[in-house]
């Protein structure tokens, strides 16, 4: 695990010492929070003798991605029910996740919002036969073993006192929390507008996995951009400078608006002085493609992509 000291000078001002964890080079396909959401997952779709992945996302899902990467990877057939309407040529998520292997399948916003209704779900396996079905974004009481095994690996390298991620479906700040097992503190930066939701999630998902709730985190909903994939000049502006200063690339989707929350936090003193702070670097670099596909007339800047 590499452990990046980000120099900035409103963290020594305050006295704050910002690290980054960079858990985006951990696997080199599966990169940060959606391989560790899939390890034990894969195990139990093997154990289980399954031989075919299904699972859900939005057409430029990081999550799609990673299933189909780890589809081929494991040699397990994917498919990937995708909300809305099929679109050609397919964007540069969906096209890599069909040269990976997956199959797509499209389904109306109305049935996507009703995918795990029990009758539902059992319409969709009768047209594709047994799989081993991953909720959208790869959260469920599974994926966080994996995402709890980022604790230890983080504390055998360094003390901290809080540790940062920026959340979608809340899985890897659970998978986090069962990790600390209440000790130091947690942070979650909700990625989507009216994110607020995400508190009962975590709450749900850590009573499921270890029979009670944990009280060591706080959720920042108020660094959203506007809302899930938003274009916003400010974090393009953000993500850009922060790459030149420190020669990593964040997305603008999850860790850019990570990293921005913190240092917001930092300026506000929110830490304590003398505090080691974390910040978790779960990947997501794929999306910059989709994202350029979408927003390219409103931006000259955009990054060259490792």
Request: glycine share 12%.
């Amino acid at each position: 695990m590499l452990i990046q000291e980000i120099n900035e000078p409103i963290a020594s001002q305050r006295g704050i010492r910002l690290l980054l964890c960079r858990d985006d080079l951990t696997h080199p396909e599966l990169p940060g929070n959606k391989w560790r959401k899939l390890k034990y997952n894969l195990q139990a779709a093997q154990a289980q003798g399954h031989d075919m992945l299904l699972t859900f996302g939005g057409a430029f899902s990081n999550h799609i991605a990673a299933v189909a990467a780890a589809g081929r990877l494991q040699n397990l057939r994917t498919i990937g029910l995708i909300r809305g309407e099929e679109t050609l040529p397919l964007n540069p998520t969906l096209a890599r996740a069909v040269a990976d292997g997956m199959e797509l399948r499209y389904l109306d916003r109305e049935t996507y919002r009703r995918k795990h209704e029990p009758e539902v779900l059992a319409a969709i396996l009768t047209q594709t036969g047994p799989a081993y079905v991953l909720p959208e974004g790869g959260t469920n009481a599974l994926a966080l073993p994996g995402c709890a095994e980022l604790i230890p690996e983080l504390a055998a390298h360094t003390d901290f006192d809080a540790v940062a991620v920026a959340c979608g479906t809340g899985g890897t700040l659970a998978g986090m929390l069962t990790g600390l097992a209440g000790q130091k503190t947690a942070i979650g930066v909700a990625a989507l507008k009216n994110g607020g939701f995400l508190r009962e999630e975590i709450d749900a998902l850590t009573r499921e996995a270890m029979g009670h709730t944990y009280s060591n985190w706080q959720l920042l909903t108020d660094y959203h951009f506007g809302g899930y994939a938003h274009f916003s000049p400010e974090l393009l502006g953000f993500i850009r400078e922060f790459q030149a200063r420190h020669g990593v690339l964040l997305d603008p989707v999850y860790t850019g608006k990570l990293l921005f929350a913190l240092l917001d936090q930092i300026r506000q003193g929110c830490f304590a002085v003398g505090s080691t702070v974390v910040a978790v670097h779960s990947g997501g670099l794929q999306g910059w493609l989709g994202f350029r596909q979408r927003f390219e007339q409103r931006s000259q800047w955009w990054p060259e992509l490792p």
